[in-house]
């Protein structure tokens, strides 16, 4: 079992950079985290993901170029951070871990999800 805990959303204007957090209650070198996001009415999307075996690294088009995903490996946390960002990037954001090297982007291929957290992108 592995517990996720998001943090570091908020309300910010166009154009801003936010990083957000994702403390994990363990580290396993064969998993995979990815970040999801959900905007009113929507889908979860995928947004970026890493594999903790090799870090590498997947994005979303969308993101891609403005958004980076981080590691800290002594501090089990997984950060994504967000520049020049968007009214539409405004969503719930959510970590997510599957017990897999593999980074997917299916939402229901994830296995442990955090609580998420806001990010309101004011134009």
């Known amino acids: 079992q592995v517990q996720l805990v998001e943090s570091g959303g908020g309300l910010v204007q166009a154009g801003a950079f936010l990083r957000l957090s994702c403390a994990a209650s363990?580290?396993?070198?064969?998993?995979?985290v990815g970040w999801f996001r959900q905007a009113p009415g929507k889908e979860h999307e995928f947004v970026a993901g890493?594999?903790?075996?090799?870090?590498?690294?997947y994005y979303a088009k969308s993101v891609k170029g403005r958004f980076t995903v981080t590691r800290d490996n002594a501090k089990n946390t997984l950060y994504l951070e967000m520049n020049s960002l968007k009214p539409e990037d405004t969503a719930v954001y959510y970590c997510?871990?599957?017990?897999?090297?593999?980074?997917?982007?299916?939402?229901?291929?994830?296995?442990?999800w955090g609580q998420g957290t806001q990010v309101t992108v004011s134009s």
């Open positions: 363990t580290q396993s070198s064969t998993f995979a």
């Open positions: 890493l594999s903790w075996t090799d870090g590498s690294t």
């Open positions: 997510a871990a599957r017990p897999d090297r593999l980074i997917r982007t299916g939402p229901y291929e994830y296995d442990y």
